[in-house]
Structure formats: C-alpha cells, structure tokens
C-alpha cells in the first residue's frame, strides 16, 4: 500500500486545478500588483520573468524559458508600504511606482517547478526542505499555429488592459500545488499510515518550539512586528501575539490570539497605516472581522498626523474619496467609508480572515490537529498548555516529515 501512495505522479494532484494568474517581472508594478490581487478570487500570484518573444516558440534555448520568480500576496504590499518613507507624496508615489519585484521574498527556494510525471514522494521531499508551491504545467492537447497566434493576441489584449498578464512561451499554462493540497491528498489514504494517525502529537515528537514559533508581545507597536510578519508568510505561519508575564521567574507566554498573513492578504493596502502606528493587540482587532472599529479608525488618523505621515494619509483619504463616489450620502464621515476597507475575496479567504489562533493541546491526535488546520484552511495549529500558554505549533511541513519517516520504515 505504501509503494502504491509513492508511486503516484504530481499529475494526480493537479486535477481541476485553475490556470495560475500571472504578473510579469518586467512590467508590473506595485500599483499592478494592488490591482490584480483585488480582481482576483485567490490570495496570491505568481510572479514570472519570461525571456522569449515570439520568434523564441521553436526555439530550444534553455536561456529562452518562462520561470516563477515567487508569488505575493496582499499582506506583502502592506508590509512593504508601512516601512516605507511616509513623510511626504512623492516617496508614497514612487512606492507605487516600483517594480512589483521589491514585494518577492529573497528567498528563491519558496518557489520550485517540478514536471507533472514527478513522483509524490520528491513532492514531500522539496515541501520538506523549505518549498511552498510547487509549479507544474497543465497537461494540454497540442493546439495549431492558427490556434496559438489567436490565445497569443488574446493574452496581449488583457496585458494591455490591465498590464499583468504575461505570456508564456508556447501559451503554455501552469498551476501550482500547495503543502494543503499534499495534505489533503494523504488524507485520503491516512490508513497507511496507522496508527500514527490516533497517537497524541507529544507522543509523535511533532510539536515545534523552535525556528517555526514567531511571537510578538501584545503590548509591542505593530511596526516593529513588520519583520515577524514578513517571516512569517515565507514560513507559510502566523505571527503569534503573546502577553509576557511579569514574573522574572515565569516567563511563559500566553497566547492572546495572531496576526496572519492570510487575514492581512484579506485587507486593501490602506491596512499599512494601521500597521504603521498600532500596537500589535489592536492591529489584531484591526485587521479582524469585516472592518475596523470607528475608536481605531480615528486612533489611527491621530497618530499618522502626529508623527507626519503625510503619504498613508493621502492613502486612506484618496482610497475613502474612491469608496464613497457612489454612496448617495454626503453625510457619511471618512472614518466610515474607511470602514468598508475590506475587498472581495474567495470564501477560502474569508474562512481565514479571523484573529483568533487555532489551538491544541499536547494530547490531541494528530488526525485531529489535521482536520483541524484543513477545516481554517491554515497550514499550522498552535500547541498551548492548559493555563493558556504557548507551547509551539505543528506545521505540514512537521507532519510530512513524520509520514516521509514512517514510509521509509515500512519500504
């Protein structure tokens, strides 16, 4: 049964998955990147260089290809526009006017192509060794000359209009699997893998209290926590929001609740004023549920002109102008429309729009710390004890490498 689950291809995994959506490195721009991220029913996209043209698609050049740089997400932008220099407009213009490059990790290795007859266990290998998103491209039926000239000037059509589409070569097209899409997959046949499945987590040596765990005291300004932010979406976590005790003795943390990536990627990029001058408590009640309180919204107008921000100012005043055009009310304040920050997105997304961290305990199961991640569609749970206090988490990726263990056992 287990050489059966190994010898399964990626192709398997792939089946019904969409077309990526696409931004080009070479032309798209932050403003781009806002722009495609709110169109879009997902919460990220794939960055490409594509480095062919037209006379390229008989070409067998290797120099000649269309590679993944890394994808983005919401939660990208607003980190990248809470540090920048707010001082004035300019700064604030030429942010978006960046090359939407600067939103990527540095980390390349987030990102792997893979062929499609690649087989499951090198999926969980390359997961296991830091991988995020796997590229596979979609197995098509071979299309004429005629037939590729007219998705070639269909696709131009769109990249023209909207400025982030780029066109692979050959119109090839591409998905992506996730560590969830690895996980769900192993579901199907837990049964190989007993009895690990019914063990507690502690017993399973599966808890991580070390790299993996980000916290931030509750207390800390959410601009110092940028760079646990940023960590935490190339770890593919959260950033734990903790209460430190007192006690010099006991210096156990309690977990309060996390500031996600995936609940930021669920905000617009006016969320960076908040970030910019909240503590990380508040940016939680912030950025949580289907706006911000009217006390935060004036708290974070306050502090932005106190200390000078002229550029989030402008942001949220041009961005609440824009959300009120069609209101038929002139009486409703900017703190109100400012209200009405958060943008259409899946209902996966919104599943994840929450502040409230996923727990467990030492002694749950590891089946259901599983069903428990898949169901808030997150890829981790946090390990507290019983007074409340943060223990670890466990990640997929802890968990594919006690199921890659258990196979090679049993082989």
Known sequence: MALTLLSHEISDLCIGKPPLRCLSVDTATVA?????????????????????????????????????????????????????????????SSAFNASASVLLPKSRSLVVHVQSSSKLIEAIDLIIKGAQNLIVPIQTKSITKRRQQKLLTRNVVVSLTTTTTTIHKNCRQFCWITQEDIIRFLLDSINV????????????????????????????????????????????????????????????????????PMTLACCDETAAAAVATLSAGDLMSYIDGSGPPESLVGVVRNRLEDKGMVGLISLIDSFSSSSSSGSSSDEESPAARMKSYGRSVSSAARMARKSVAIVCNRKSSLMAVMIQAIAHRVSYVWVIDEDGCLIGMVTFVDILKLFKEFLNGEN
């Open 193 to 260: 893998f007993s009895p690990l499945p019914s063990l507690s987590i502690s017993d399973l040596g599966v808890i991580n209290t070390t790299h993996t765990v980000i916290a931030v005291d509750y207390h800390s300004s959410a601009a110092s926590a940028v760079s646990s932010i940023s960590r935490a979406i190339v770890d593919n976590v959260s950033v734990a929001v903790v209460d430190i005790g007192c006690d010099q003795e006991d210096q156990r943390m309690v977990l309060i609740g996390e500031i996600s």
């Open 32 to 92: 781009d990147a806002i722009a495609a991220l709110k169109s879009s029913d997902e919460p990220f996209l794939s960055v490409w260089s594509c480095n062919h043209n037209d006379d390229d698609n008989n070409n067998n050049n290797n120099n000649n290809k269309c590679e993944c740089l890394g994808k983005i997400c919401m939660a990208d932008v607003i980190c990248y526009l809470s540090k920048f220099d707010n001082s004035n407009l300019l700064s604030l």
